[in-house]
């Protein structure tokens, strides 16, 4: 149950880091032109789907235990590539 609570915590704080840097992302957005802002707006939207996904997958495993549980965390650990990759891809075009 110790890995379980320390995985819990790691992503936890994983999360918050990726939130503010998305935040940071969009408070970006004020310096594009407005086609720019629309396009870039999109993906901010579309990151913080994916962080609300993530987070309930986190609520799901603080419910989860034994097979449910690795279950659970197969599937978390693919949302947090995703939303990982995601994030490294807007703000490689939020440099532009």
Do not use: C, P
């Amino acid at each position: 149950m110790e890995l379980h609570k320390e995985y819990r915590e790691k992503m936890g704080a994983q999360l918050k880091e990726w939130s503010a840097q998305v935040n940071l992302l969009e408070a970006k957005i004020d310096s594009f032109t407005a086609d720019m802002k629309i396009m870039r707006a999109e993906e901010i939207q579309a990151l913080r789907a994916k962080q609300h996904a993530a987070g309930d997958k986190m609520k799901e495993l603080g419910k989860s235990t034994g097979d449910a549980w690795e279950q659970v965390r197969v599937t978390a650990d693919k949302m947090w590539d995703d939303l990982k990759t995601g994030l490294s891809d807007a703000q490689s075009k939020f440099k532009q």
